[in-house]
């Protein structure tokens, strides 16, 4: 999670929706507790922190198109510098459908909606993000200053796959299609994403 402790600002740090914008653009003020988690684990680990941001914090977490996610979680974890030979099996992940079909994608709502101690007063959009930050910065008088990030520094992984610019490139059957789908029921729900768009 992030913590803006000067502006009582409380973001959900679910993996690959923008963590890294959200600490470039709060870097002054961050009051970094911990990495991914929960709030559940929070309340567990800390239970006046987890009072004090539910009673006193802006609680904000970001949701991504689901199909879009499992692609950038998918060249996450075949990261040369994450990616632990001792541990995976390559086979698992060689290809974009064998990662989904092997079971080995972790969809958003496991940070989030499977969360029974969940209490968020604004989601945010991915693909909005930039804007729904800036709004943030106004409302609370932070000065916003836009992070580009930098799409030519893309890792290295284990394949040397290129990242597509399309996310749907990466479906080539409508099986996985459907696994990201069944595995991302709430948020397609909630927020009526579409494997063709927003």
């Not at 006193?56 to 949701?63: E, L, M, P």
């Not at 989904?100 to 604004?122: G, H, M, P, R, V």
């Not at 890792?155 to 099986?175: H, L, Q, T, V």
């Amino acid at each position: 999670m992030w913590l803006v402790d000067n502006y009582k600002l409380f973001f959900l740090r679910v993996p690959k929706t923008g963590s890294h914008t959200i600490y470039r653009t709060f870097n002054g003020g961050i009051g970094y507790k911990g990495m991914h988690g929960t709030m559940g684990s929070v309340y567990k680990n800390d239970k006046n922190l987890y009072n004090e941001i539910v009673n006193t914090y802006q609680k904000y977490a970001v949701v991504r198109n689901p199909w879009s996610h499992a692609v950038s979680r998918y060249f996450h974890d075949i990261d040369c510098k994450r990616f632990n030979f001792n541990r995976q099996k390559t086979e698992e992940y060689k290809s974009f459908d064998d990662y989904i079909s092997n079971k080995k994608y972790e969809a958003q709502e496991q940070t989030s909606f499977n969360d029974d101690k969940l209490i968020i007063d604004k989601w945010l959009r991915f693909e909005n993000l930039s804007e729904e930050l800036e709004n943030i910065c106004i409302n609370n008088s932070i000065k916003y200053v836009k992070y580009e990030l930098n799409k030519n520094k893309e890792r290295e992984n284990i394949f040397n796959y290129d990242y597509p610019s399309d996310y749907r490139e990466m479906y080539k059957s409508d099986k996985t299609i459907e696994m990201v789908q069944n595995l991302s029921k709430n948020e397609i729900k909630k927020f009526n994403y579409k494997f063709n768009g927003i």
